[in-house]
């Protein structure tokens, strides 16, 4: 995603930030994010948040009433959402995997109706161990951002 030029300074900052560490910019000191940032769908929902925006340098933002909450992903979702999965967020592809071999192998079992369920059971089951995992050493802490102004 380009840049215009107003919010240069901000997106430069962006692309110092590390992968996957959690930015808060209060809402008092930027009300706004720069035109650049576009809202998305592509992202897990938080709770408390109101909406999720894309923007530069592979931002992801959730906007809450009183601040946003920023990372930067190694690959940008909406540029290459298959790239993104296998880079930032292999646990839903692997659970996917994971289930439709399930159900395949449950089918040729002869299980039937059984076969969707079993998938559906080892997808859900798969991605919640790999939430715990992606978890374990993570520091979900935000860390108060400084970001350069921008207008």
């Known amino acids: 995603m380009k840049c215009s030029e107003p919010c240069r300074e901000f997106c430069r900052w962006i692309e110092t930030l590390p992968h996957h560490k959690k930015y808060v910019l209060k809402k008092e000191e930027h009300p706004k994010l720069p035109n650049c940032f576009k809202e998305t769908f592509l992202g897990e929902a938080v709770p408390g948040s109101v909406r999720q925006l894309r923007g530069p340098g592979g931002s992801h933002v959730h906007e809450f009433p009183d601040r ?16 993104h999965l296998l880079s930032d ?25 059984d076969a969707l369920l079993a998938g559906w ?23 108060e951002g400084k970001a350069p102004p921008f207008s």
């Open 68 to 83: 946003w909450v920023l990372h930067r992903d190694i690959v940008d979702a909406d540029a290459d959402p298959l790239g």
């Open 121 to 143: 059971s080892t997808a859900a089951f798969m991605l919640l161990l790999g939430k715990m995992g992606k978890t374990i050493g993570e520091d979900d802490r935000e860390n």
């Open 89 to 113: 967020a292999p646990e839903y592809l692997v659970s996917a995997l994971a289930g439709l071999a399930t159900a395949i192998f449950a089918k040729k079992q002869r299980a039937g109706r």
